[in-house]
């Protein structure tokens, strides 16, 4: 095993940034757990012509095959998912009998896409989605929670301020009939590339690929750059002087939302009307979130309601959902540098071994102090004590034990915080070290003299 | 969405199995944080090439390649990865430089082989690694460790008595080069056999492709036939009359293992010498674990030590580890009824609501409950009260809060424990749950009366 291939696109942590990616998923879960979201996981491949049927992703799409599959044999046509909506819409459809609905499931997952790797886009990222999804019709109120919950979490995390911008299908839809369009998906897409081209270009894409008058797309553009942190956005919208029951409906709950979800987090969310989200599945509010001071990276959380994702014809499931971008995050608090561990390691105390003969008193102290739930590890070699309290002040283990046989004369255990010097008798049957060190902390690096964040 | 595919090997869990399988994963992961492992993840391809480096493996591997992939373009070579241990191996070649050593870890993921499917046998399936790794030279004590950590997990599980079987391969190698074996690997590869061709087909093999005479082919049956739970296999072994100073080596590892694992976990371990592992990297110690009662499923745990693994020609990384095959447990114990889940979600209450406009009442209990660690969820829709308790009773949630706005002239909040019909009055700010009810509990079927295994 000689070389190594760097592969971007992959990314791997280092054992301090695993803690901090540790610390988010941990975080993710309780608040999930704590709204009653059951855990799910679905199979990591799908048939491809399942993924492709929704959405323009299929060229992102890794397909599979057997190393020495035989060449007569049939294609089974698989490829790794893209996302964990797509995969959790055919899971309800397949397990429908089996489930209870409203169904309100989390999972935290893999996905990959063969895109071109860039600042904060890989091709294998771990996501943490919640959705809930109803039989035949689901309550508008669940559009609001999606804002909630994930405003809930991200106020629970070390991070910089993070804003969810809201938007809803209706609204735009509605807006885009009523100023004539007759390719609404078109000006849809014309209006996502905002950000990326700028609102000049798009008016050429609105005019000639759309094929709105100059008028009407002007009122788009106007339309999308509208936003406000609370319901006043419904008065600009209706000062562009444009009439259809679908926008009306769309502005309501958009209303309702934004303000529904900021009584409880205040501050947590704005209405903003360029939000498109580019999956063509969604169909009433839409959700993106951005990292504040890290707008640039894109958005750490997105989702929406999807009415038709998951029917079989006949029977249909309407469902809501948002997800954590945890890779995109994790990157950006580990590049930046925002975030820091107190340590890569589980271990609070580091048994230390006088000689070969005596580790297995070593490992006594070790067990007793296990049983009663204190992560700790037995020196590998009895080597000097100088350098055994080296090998835990690397790793930033807090405590190194001593057996009392270890030490000539003493007549009973000793532990030593290698932080203050501090050494005291210590009964490995009752010591309790604190609960600040008794896992990792994780915490924001930029506010080191306030470690508000415990780790789990 | 309309045509629905069963991927046989590709197994996926209803939500009262996930609970199951998180109890594995948690347990696990508890147990190996107290024994000091930190926590990594690698990406899930690997280079091609450096997989089938190793061992005989190469046909079960699944390939990528992007769909719409230009023909010009450089195959990547990138393959699933088919354990965790060649990418572990990998990853500290590349690490090397930003890692402490020895290095103890432990790593949850998901693997793939494209093997047939059969029972207990999968496509894609979960493992739960710990391996420790060296720089140079790998202390023999972490042999009996990786036996210790593993009898303990599997000790902290509500399942069937699990052994496991431990061997040593230079035990093994030794004893082939003294009965004249000049092929040892050929000899191994036979032996591995045993379990599912038998001895006498062994025999043929030994002595035909091996080029074993006679007399040798019956030494090393013989070898294969010896297990003992303590070191009595050491005198059973000197009686053969194969003396070789590698298998002298071995015998002293093994017993050292076998009694030092014992003496900590007693009847964990035995001394088994027909275990093989069929990959061929590993190098002294070799795990594998029978589930008693179960024991034609496979094994559930199973691992060695490798010392050429993780090797850049100049500095080598010596290492042992250990594996549960996670899928292939839970396969077992819900396939056959072992374990049951006390519910599927995490709530331990339903908040009532009386109607839409009382909805915010509602959310607000929830919320108090929540600030307290109560996992809850509130009723989606305002049925009437029987309908939201049967809700509640489908999916195991033990309680039902009604708001004192919610029922006509009470005066304060209840809450109903629906197991038992009991239901008092309650204060959100203040009410407590006991403990078991927090979140859902795991335990053995067999044994309902006793629930002997709390969920973490």
Redesign the interface.
């Known amino acids: 095993?000689?070389?190594?291939?760097?592969?971007s696109g992959?990314?791997?942590?280092?054992?301090t940034g695993?803690?901090i990616e540790?610390y988010i998923l941990d975080t993710a879960r309780q608040v999930f757990?704590?709204?009653?979201?059951?855990?799910?996981?679905?199979?990591?491949?799908e048939?491809?012509d399942?993924m492709t049927?929704?959405g323009e992703i299929?060229?992102?799409?890794?397909?599979?095959?057997?190393?020495?599959?035989a060449t007569e044999e049939a294609d089974p046509g698989?490829?790794?998912h893209f996302d964990l909506t797509v995969p959790f819409?055919?899971?309800v459809?397949?397990?429908a009998a089996?489930?209870?609905f409203?169904l309100?499931?989390y999972q935290i997952q893999?996905v990959?896409r063969?895109e071109r790797p860039q600042e904060g886009r890989f091709r294998?990222f771990t996501q943490a989605d919640i959705d809930v999804v109803?039989k035949d019709s689901l309550?508008f109120?669940?559009e609001v929670e999606m804002a909630v919950v994930m405003a809930s979490l991200l106020a629970s995390l070390p991070i910089p301020r993070a804003i969810i911008q809201v938007n809803n299908r209706k609204l735009a839809e509605g807006f885009y009939l009523g100023v004539g369009a007759t390719d609404t998906q078109g000006v849809l897409r014309a209006i996502d590339k905002i950000d990326k081209i700028g609102p000049e270009r798009v008016r050429v894409l609105l005019e000639t690929e759309a094929g709105l008058t100059p008028e009407a797309a002007a009122k788009c553009l106007a339309l999308a750059a509208i936003s406000a942190p609370d319901a006043t956005f419904v008065d600009q919208v209706a000062a562009l002087g444009v009439r259809n029951d679908l926008l009306d409906q769309g502005l309501s709950e958009l209303a309702v939302v934004v303000t529904g979800a900021n009584a409880?987090r205040p501050g947590s969310v704005v209405a903003d009307l360029k939000v498109a989200r580019g999956l063509d599945y969604y169909t009433g509010t839409v959700y993106e979130t951005q990292l504040v001071g890290f707008e640039s990276v894109g958005s750490i959380s997105s989702g929406g309601r999807y009415d038709d994702?998951?029917?079989?014809?006949k029977q249909s499931y309407p469902g809501v959902g948002i997800s954590l971008g945890v890779s995109r995050l994790v990157a950006i608090l580990i590049g930046k540098n925002l975030v820091s561990a107190s340590r890569?390691?589980?271990?609070a105390v580091l048994v230390a071994v006088a000689d070969n003969a005596s580790?297995p008193e070593s490992?006594k102290v070790a067990?007793q102090l296990?049983a009663r739930?204190?992560?700790?590890?037995v020196a590998?070699?009895a080597d000097k004590f100088g350098k055994q309290i080296r090998f835990a002040d690397?790793?930033g283990i807090p405590y190194v034990w001593f057996p009392a046989t270890a030490v000539d004369s003493a007549d009973e255990d000793t532990v030593k915080d290698i932080r203050s010097g501090d050494q005291v008798g210590a009964d490995a049957a009752s010591w309790q070290p604190p609960v600040a060190d008794m896992k990792p902390r994780v915490f924001a690096t930029t506010d080191k003299s306030i470690v508000s964040k415990e780790s789990l």
């Open positions: 095993m000689a070389k190594i291939n760097r592969l992959f990314p791997e942590l280092l054992p695993r803690v540790q757990e704590l709204h009653g979201y059951l855990s799910l996981e679905t199979r990591a491949v048939p491809i399942m049927r929704n299929d060229k992102e799409i890794y397909v599979l095959r057997r190393l020495h599959a698989l490829g790794l819409a055919r899971y459809l397949e397990y089996a489930l209870e409203p309100r499931r893999k990959w063969g294998e109803a309550a109120h669940h409880e994702l998951a029917s079989d014809g890569a390691v589980p271990s580790r490992e067990r296990r739930g204190i992560p700790c590890e590998p070699t690397r790793r």
